[in-house]
């Protein structure tokens, strides 16, 4: 087929824009360097799975995690970018190296000693614990660019010198040894919760991903999607779509999801007449929104379980109606462009057999499902999960090309269970890797969190907020929105929402409570981490839109308004949900236990909770509608403003049956799905009389 000759391709080139994207240094497979960090990255990935069999100290864990992740990004990451540091080493990184790590394992080494002094901190703790996070700060400007040190180094800079600011954020200052101590010799700091998420969860979750990848998971998603959706009108874009939220589940990174899928989408998007710009778009929205699938949700899901004292799988639950009905929006607005730019599917008799591509990669599917089973329904923690996962998949891998081989009556022979374990080793080592950027995003992070525990803040903020917002709630998220946008053009997702949860998650429950909405925390928290990913697709900034812009060749500023006005429907969720928890499935909260998940009523039945669903996906149909200007034909501006009523009615029935005094949210419902009806036989009797296709 031409069209996948075309794009394979085009994969050297973006092997390439990936590599450039991540900033890692290209070194030869033959070289001595190459190995070592294969060998470090290996070595990482079995420490974290020893450590799920033999129960181990969890600041140990966390103290270890971040070395490994401060070698590998000292490393892989060069100090600037040039041709000879991208293809080698430079001597002063075996220096710097070391001493990172050395560091970092100071509070593993000497654990005892630094309890018994408990705040009375030698000499020697303070300057190896300067010396740590200025080497913390340097990787972390290594591997994922200026903004995050800079921001961490603004809080540090805060915590010390408070009583000499203005005295709307001003605070008596802490001494140097008390900020090094809070940030680096305790548990309150870099080796907080969230490195601690990071080692006990993030990182075996990402290890699957990256194993399944390997095992040929992600290249078997993207054939899959293809096989069912490229004959219909707008076809690779909606197979984009799919793969997306497919690899979604195993890659929880924008930028990986919008390569991995993007090379082969976007060139034949641009094939069947899509513009470059808007190829790129349609891959950029579906791969930030790749972030919102359960179960790993880019990691913030561990985290936001872990700060809330939430199960697991109840944030999954509540993550679940918002993300599929986002998707199941992009499916629909992909169908309007295909619609209004003319752009019919693909023949079919180009296409392998759906069910043919399904059945060769069932055994693909099964770890998924498996995983999903262990956590839903055998409630086993995460990490119990993740390894069973990891286990099963990496029997697949071992037995999956002997299986084939027997199966096609070959002689089934020793290479065949080689090759199982040589990808297995190329997994992990990938798993390793790809963890860095989320190991060292978590450590700096816990500097702000640590900084709000010890100035306070939060307090200070959420005056300046309120004040900014006149009192008012929808003031209040749309400062909050704009901020966590702003934040997350420079920072990662996960470091994004852990910055953001600490600062303004507790504003926005303090002040939606000031002023009579009883909202519980996850509301607050799913808020934050929304408009965090949705920073991927933002100019200047949006890394996932470079990254597609690189393939489609195209504006990447352009690429990213497109791909943001696409992800506009993502926007309005949050604030659906804040004002209506129904769409995370919580059912009522206490005002005096609204950060109690285990007072929260949640919906249970089932036939609510299809309602829910089917009215959410109606309301941001609607909404979709109404942006792009279309249903079977372009829209009226009475038909555009009716659209943007039923979104309402449909995601916040509450609020317009008080508004109407409706005595009931079904009546509403069925007032929103008239009025759409409506609009549609209207549009179709009009294109009837017009002879319109």
Do not use: C
Not at 271 to 289: D, I, M, Q, W
């Amino acid at each position: 087929m031409k069209s996948i000759q075309q794009t394979q391709e085009s994969n050297v080139d973006t092997e390439a824009l990936t590599e450039q994207l991540k900033g890692q240094r290209n070194l030869q497979e033959d070289s001595w360097q190459y190995w070592m960090i294969v060998v470090i990255a290996f070595l990482w990935s079995l420490y974290q799975l020893y450590v799920v069999i033999v129960p181990t100290n969890s600041v140990f864990i966390r103290s270890t995690h971040l070395a490994f992740a401060l070698a590998l990004a000292f490393m892989m990451y060069p100090m600037f970018r040039s041709s000879k540091t991208m293809r080698t080493i430079p001597w002063y990184n075996f220096l710097i190296m070391p001493a990172a790590v050395f560091t970092s394992l100071y509070i593993y080494l000497f654990y005892d000693a630094l309890n018994a002094r408990n705040g009375s901190w030698t000499t020697a703790d303070v300057i190896v614990g300067i010396l740590g996070i200025i080497l913390l700060l340097k990787a972390t400007r290594r591997t994922l660019g200026l903004a995050l040190p800079i921001i961490a180094i603004i809080f540090l800079i805060y915590d010390h010198l408070g009583q000499s600011m203005p005295d709307i954020i001003a605070h008596k200052g802490a001494s140097i040894n008390k900020i090094v101590g809070q940030m680096f010799l305790t548990t309150e700091g870099i080796f907080g919760v969230p490195l601690g998420v990071s080692a006990s969860y993030v990182f075996l979750f990402v290890l699957f991903g990256a194993l399944l990848d390997k095992a040929g998971a992600g290249k078997y998603f993207i054939d899959l999607a293809y096989a069912l959706l490229g004959k219909y009108d707008g076809g690779p874009a909606k197979a984009s779509v799919a793969a997306s939220g497919m690899m979604g589940i195993i890659s929880g990174s924008s930028i990986a999801n919008t390569v991995t899928t993007g090379t082969f989408t976007i060139p034949l998007m641009k094939k069947l007449g899509f513009p470059g710009y808007k190829a790129a778009s349609v891959e950029v929205a579906a791969s930030t929104n790749g972030q919102l699938m359960p179960p790993i949700m880019g990691a913030a899901a561990f985290i936001i379980a872990e700060f809330l004292g939430l199960a697991y799988t109840d944030v999954i639950m509540a993550a679940a109606i918002p993300a599929f009905a986002s998707y199941f929006a992009l499916f629909y607005i992909v169908h309007l462009e295909a619609k209004k730019l003319g752009i019919v599917g693909e023949d079919p008799a180009k296409f392998q057999n759906a069910f043919t591509i399904f059945k060769s990669g069932m055994h693909y599917i099964i770890p998924i499902f498996f995983l999903i089973y262990t956590l839903i329904v055998l409630r086993q923690s995460p990490q119990s999960a993740a390894f069973n996962a990891i286990v099963f998949i990496m029997l697949i891998m071992v037995t999956q090309h002997p299986v084939k081989a027997w199966l096609k009556n070959k002689k089934v022979t020793r290479s065949d269970f080689l090759v199982g374990f040589y990808t297995i080793g190329e997994g992990m080592v990938s798993g390793a890797k790809n963890m860095v950027p989320i190991a060292i995003a978590t450590a700096v992070a816990g500097i702000v969190v640590g900084s709000v525990t010890l100035t306070g803040i939060g307090l200070t903020l959420a005056d300046v907020i309120t004040q900014l917002s006149g009192g008012y709630i929808v003031g209040v998220l749309f400062l909050t929105a704009v901020v966590s946008l702003i934040l997350g053009m420079g920072l990662p997702t996960t470091a994004n929402y852990i910055v953001m949860a600490s600062l303004t998650a507790p504003i926005i429950m303090e002040l939606a409570g000031d002023l009579g909405y009883l909202i519980p925390a996850i509301a607050a928290h799913m808020f934050v981490l929304y408009f965090g990913i949705l920073a991927d697709d933002t100019p200047p900034v949006g890394m996932a839109a470079y990254a597609a812009a690189g393939i489609a060749k195209s504006d990447p500023i352009r690429t990213g308004l497109q791909g943001f006005a696409y992800d506009i429907r993502t926007a309005i969720l949050p604030f659906a949900f804040f004002f209506n928890n129904k769409l995370l499935l919580i059912k009522s909260v206490d005002a005096a236990h609204l950060k109690d998940p285990s007072t929260w009523q949640w919906v249970t039945n089932p036939f609510e909770i299809a309602l829910i669903f089917v009215t959410a996906v109606i309301g941001m149909f609607a909404f979709s509608s109404a942006v792009q200007g279309w249903v079977r034909k372009k829209t009226t501006i009475v038909e555009r403003a009716l659209l943007l009523m039923i979104a309402v009615s449909m995601l916040v029935p509450n609020i317009v049956m008080q508004w109407l005094h409706l005595g009931s949210e079904y009546t509403v419902y069925a007032l929103g799905a008239i009025v759409y009806l409506m609009i549609y036989i209207t549009q179709v009797r009009s294109m009837k009389s017009t002879n319109e296709r």
